[in-house]
């Protein structure tokens, strides 16, 4: 299993991102993906996770009606569009696959993080 994310970088407060994260070696369209945020000092947050099988999402609070996370299954791929970010925003964001084995869901795959940065 491999996850790579892209996207992150600095903008400003108000200003967009679109975060992506490629996925392989596991049926993408039978898994749950989700994006996760950690700021040092913070614990890690989850931000939105999304079945790729139904496409139902679940965002946290903080995040909703500025964020919105999608899947491409043709392309293995699940997105974070992320609009009106804000300073808190920033942190190292991190993409989430849960595959079930079989006989219960294991979610320890991690992608290698992207640094988003949202300062003027």
């Known amino acids: 299993v491999q996850l790579v994310e892209s996207g992150g970088g600095l903008v400003q407060p108000g200003g967009s991102l679109r975060l992506s994260c490629v996925a392989s070696g596991f049926t993408f369209s039978r898994s749950v993906m989700t994006w996760y945020r950690r700021t040092p000092g913070k614990e890690r947050e989850l931000v939105a996770g999304i079945s790729s099988a139904g496409g139902s999402t679940n965002y946290a609070d903080s995040v909703k009606g500025r964020f919105t996370i999608s899947t491409d299954n043709a392309k293995n791929t699940v997105y974070l569009q992320m609009n009106s970010l804000k300073p808190e925003d920033t942190a190292v964001y991190y993409c989430?696959?849960?595959?079930?084995?079989?006989?219960?869901?294991?979610?320890?795959?991690w992608g290698q993080g992207t640094q988003v940065t949202v300062s003027s």
């Open positions: 989430n696959a849960k595959l079930w084995t079989g006989s219960k869901w294991y979610d320890g795959y």
